[in-house]
């Protein structure tokens, strides 16, 4: 070790007879330490919570979902679903017809998004294992009766009830008509559809969706039976679905239509970029606060070289170029500044580990997800943290030096 390394040490860990200097050293130590641990449990509790959200939007939006590029449908006759399927990592395919529509239940209503699905669906998405009330059945034995899963808040809004005596009225526009001048009949395709279900995802899908047989909604679009809105992809375990994505290119080349393969990310672009803006507010808030936290070490610095003007005279009587005592005191900043990282994230990795392990911090009583704050550590915010700490420390240290007098 160098002398100016050893020299560091020294004053950061040898007895001395004024202790005020130690003091703020072992704060501004403290203090940045806290600030890296702040950084990991905010940022490994977003990241949890991030995926409880997008787990819950994986539930009801698929893996990959096929749509047209131009126009609400497409038919599927010209889709070789053989090759579809036998592509790698296609585990399953489900095919789709969504429409705005009209649901009416007594004397309540509400607009909302039907999306028919075929059989596929069930084992497409974890839909059926989230119902709150009722059970996961679309088709009776009467061919005629259909079932609706409503999301939540339209369940309640609209006053169903399980089981229900009548059905729900669904009504959606006849193609080519408007509504002036024209009777409910002639306005309107309606259909008849029995409330047997309902489930708790996520707001945005509880206010607004509700599946039903995709017969039953191609009947009232007047679409032909192989005309669909978009066709839902489930990968095998483990596959990467940007590879997928890209293999599905050249299956999926039409001569009539042109067809876009959309991951989650597409799917729900609003929701995610929301999600990237708030993480990277975050690590804006929290720089600020490990900034504030060097102004401790600032103080520190500034008051240990007024405090050792007397071995800053004997080192140059010595023979100690001013460079090299320069070097002394930005070595043993970068010194508190390394053991307060490092000590942070270490106990920032055991307290996110103990939650993970043990749930110590409740969401509380209401009516939540999970019970407990969820927890996800990447080791990537490890590094981020490290390098943003030891960027914004090293900064204040050398310029703290820097123009001290020596």
């Known amino acids: 070790m160098k002398i100016e390394g050893l020299i560091a040490v020294r004053y950061l860990f040898a007895r001395k007879q004024r202790s005020v200097v130690n003091v ?46 131009e126009g609400k449908t497409f038919h599927t006759a010209d889709i070789d679903f053989r090759a579809l399927n036998e592509t790698e990592g296609v585990e399953n395919v489900s095919r789709l017809v969504t429409e705005t529509a009209w649901v009416t239940y007594g004397s309540n209503q509400a607009i909302v998004k039907l999306r028919g699905v ?6 497409l998405t974890g839909l059926d294992t989230l119902l709150h009330e009722g059970d996961y059945l ?23 009830h399980i089981p229900s005596a009548f059905p729900a009225a669904v009504h959606i526009p006849k193609r080519g008509s408007t509504a002036m001048g024209l009777t409910m ?20 899908i509880d206010r607004q969706y509700v599946v039903t047989d995709i017969n039953f909604v191609r009947r009232l679009m ?19 679905p940007q590879r997928v994505k890209k293999s599905l290119a050249s299956v999926l080349r039409t001569p009539h239509s042109a067809l876009v393969v959309k991951d989650r ?27 504030i936290s060097t102004l401790s070490l600032v103080a520190s610095l500034s008051l240990l070289i007024i405090n050792k003007r007397g071995d ?20 043993e900043g970068l010194l508190i500044c390394a053991l307060a990282v490092v000590l942070g994230l270490v106990l920032g990795f055991v307290v996110c580990f103990l939650q993970q392990q043990f749930g110590i911090i ?39 030096v820097r123009r001290a007098r020596i």
Request: charged share 15%; net charge negative.
């Open 24 to 69: 703020i050293s072992w704060i501004s130590l403290i203090g940045l330490m806290v600030s890296t641990m702040a950084l990991i449990i905010v940022l490994s509790v977003y990241n949890g919570i991030g995926d409880i959200t997008k787990g819950l939007f994986g539930t009801f939006d698929p893996e990959l979902l096929i749509e047209p590029s």
């Open 118 to 123: 075929d059989d596929n669906y069930r084992t």
């Open 138 to 160: 679309l088709r009776f034995d009467d061919p005629h009766a259909v079932g609706l899963i409503c999301g939540g808040e339209i369940f309640y809004e609209l006053g169903m």
């Open 185 to 204: 009949d002639e306005a309107f395709n309606i259909g008849y559809a029995y409330p047997i279900a309902n489930f708790f995802i996520q707001q945005d």
């Open 222 to 240: 007047n679409y032909a039976p192989d005309e669909v809105s978009a066709l839902a992809i489930k990968l095998r375990p483990g596959t990467d």
């Open 265 to 291: 990310y597409d799917q729900q672009p609003l929701y995610f970029k929301i999600f990237r803006t708030e993480r990277l507010g975050i690590y804006l808030i929290l720089s600020l606060i490990v900034l």
């Open 312 to 331: 800053v005279f004997i080192l140059k009587s010595m023979g100690m170029t001013a460079q090299r005592i320069r070097r002394s005191f930005t070595a």
């Open 362 to 400: 409740r969401m509380g009583d209401g009516n939540f997800v999970v019970s407990t704050f969820p927890v996800a550590m990447r080791a990537v915010d490890f590094l981020y943290t490290f390098i943003l700490v030891m960027a914004i420390s090293s900064l204040s240290v050398a310029l703290t």
